[in-house]
Antibody
Framework: QVQLQQSGPGMVKPSETLSLSCTVS????????WSWIRQPPGKGLEWIGYIYYNGSSNYKPSLKSRVTISIDTSKNQFSLKLSSVTAADTAVYYCARGRVVTIWGQGTMVTVSS | EIVLTQSPGTLSLSPGERATLSCRASQSVSSNYLAWYQQKPDQAPRLLIY???SRATGIPDRFRGSGSGTDFTLTISRLEPEDFAVYYCQQYGGSSPDIFGQGTKLEIK
């Protein structure tokens, strides 16, 4: 069973850049879209964006100016960068396989606080 | 950008009853690229339905998705205790950004 292992800090200061990575445990990297989704405490799911193995990507319009999703096929890894964070970006961040998600990372609670 | 509106916000039912959850899109969902997820507290969501009506692997047949265009429904025929959770719909197709509905909480009456 493929697994997604997330890594990155659990706390980020306001105005700084949130950076998370997700490592895929098998060789399915070139077969799927790879997504990032977040969930603020007590709230619903929010789609952030996805990337395809060839590098093509799509982002939520309201986050587009601050988000970059990148991919490193040599490491079976994809990453999320979210710049200029505020308290509103505090959430559990999930990496996920597919646009219809069948496999999720373990989730990373990221708190934006000074 | 498509907006998905789920109703009701909260649904209170008893085990054994039938649950009907609605997801309405602000514009037509291309090729019925509409999915449903179930989320329990402190867990990642679980895919139930994709393509509006296809059950994901391992999902019991009491879960049924239906609809097309802008109106979609998730029906749970006979509620089991483990079905009480939050349910989200998601539009995921084509070149448009993906999006989730705001969720429906299914609670025990």
């Amino acid at each position: 069973q493929v697994q997604l292992q997330q890594s990155g800090p659990g706390m980020v200061k306001p105005s700084e850049t949130l950076s998370l990575s997700c490592t895929v445990s098998d060789d399915s990297f070139s077969s799927y879209y790879w997504s990032w989704i977040r969930q603020p405490p007590g709230k619903g799911l929010e789609w952030i964006g996805y990337i395809y193995y060839n590098g093509s990507s799509n982002y939520k319009p309201s986050l587009k100016s601050r988000v970059t999703i990148s991919i490193d096929t040599s490491k079976n890894q994809f990453s999320l960068k979210l710049s200029s964070v505020t308290a509103a970006d505090t959430a559990v961040y999930y990496c996920a396989r597919g646009r219809v998600v069948t496999i999720w990372g373990q989730g990373t609670m990221v708190t934006v606080s000074s | 950008e498509i907006v998905l509106t789920q109703s009701p916000g909260t649904l209170s039912l008893s085990p054994g009853e039938r649950a009907t959850l609605s997801c309405r899109a602000s514009q037509s969902v291309s090729s019925n690229y509409l999915a449903w997820y179930q989320q329990k507290p402190d867990q990642a969501p679980r895919l139930l339905i994709y393509g509006a009506s296809s059950r994901a692997t391992g999902i019991p047949d009491r879960f049924r998705g239906s609809g097309s265009g802008t109106d979609f429904t998730l029906t749970i025929s006979r509620l089991e205790p483990e079905d009480f959770a939050v349910y989200y719909c998601q539009q995921y197709g084509g070149s448009s950004p993906d999006i989730f509905g705001q969720g429906t909480k299914l609670e025990i009456k």
